[in-house]
């Protein structure tokens, strides 16, 4: 089957750790990109990606940081700088233009 | 800069009846796509339609249909027969110059047995 998975659905950390979220694709797409979710809000690009060992910071990417070495993955670690962690993270991979999502998951920082 | 307005937060409809979204965006592209996305209480986002903006005919899948009037800049969905499982937020998205997407704040829809 092919698709994005991320995991875990539920990750829980204490205040000051970093965290890394994974996110990994099977359908050959060349871009992929991480969006933050708070309650009742839309989605906020965190950083994207178009190709292997490249990508750029979106709109809210203080904070975060990601790598892209392999063109299946696309990990996002949120750091200890990170102000207000807790979120819902979503990821996605696209063609040209149309974006598809993993699952999602949900970060509690206490 | 580019935005994405959806008007209306919240709605509720009877099961069975008709039900249409509102979207506006604001855009100088000449070329551009524009998306509805629905995301239900499992918070996968699912993509429910497309519109290439340079197509004048109007998209539909299924029950789902969208009026895109391109020198408004609207692109409002209509679901036909609502069912329970249309429950969601939607979210009105259009991409920008390099094809990433502009969303909307989502309107929530609640379909009532």
């Known amino acids: 089957d092919g698709g994005i998975t991320q995991s875990p659905k539920y990750l829980f950390r204490k205040e000051g750790q970093n965290v890394t979220l994974s996110c990994e694709q099977n359908?050959?797409?060349?871009?992929m990109y991480w969006y933050r979710q708070d309650p009742g809000q839309g989605l906020r690009l965190i950083y994207y990606?178009?190709?292997?060992?490249?990508?750029q910071k979106g709109d809210i990417a203080e904070g975060y940081s990601v790598s892209r070495e392999k063109k299946e993955s696309f990990p996002l670690t949120v750091t200890s700088a990170q102000k207000n962690p807790t979120a819902f993270y979503l990821c996605?991979?696209?063609?040209?233009?149309?974006?598809?999502f993993g699952p999602g998951t949900r970060l509690t920082v206490t | 800069a580019q935005t994405v307005t959806q008007s209306q937060p919240e709605m509720s409809v009877q099961e069975a009846e008709t039900v249409t979204l509102s979207c506006t965006y604001d855009?100088?592209?000449?070329?551009?796509?524009l998306f509805w996305y629905k995301q239900p209480p499992s918070r996968q986002m699912i993509l429910v339609i497309r519109?290439?903006?340079?197509k004048q005919q109007n998209a539909t899948e299924n029950r789902f249909s969208v009026n895109f009037q391109k020198a408004a800049k609207s692109f409002s969905l209509k679901i036909s027969d609502s069912q329970l499982g249309d429950t969601a937020m939607y979210f009105c998205?259009?991409?920008?110059?390099?094809?990433?997407?502009?969303w909307g704040a989502g309107t929530k829809l609640i379909i009532k047995p």
């Open positions: 996605a991979s696209s063609t040209a233009y149309e974006q598809y």
């Open positions: 359908l050959n797409h060349d871009a």
């Open positions: 990606s178009q190709i292997v060992n490249d990508f």
């Open positions: 855009t100088s592209e000449n070329n551009y796509y």
């Open positions: 519109q290439e903006a340079y």
């Open positions: 998205a259009c991409t920008n110059s390099n094809y990433q997407l502009i």
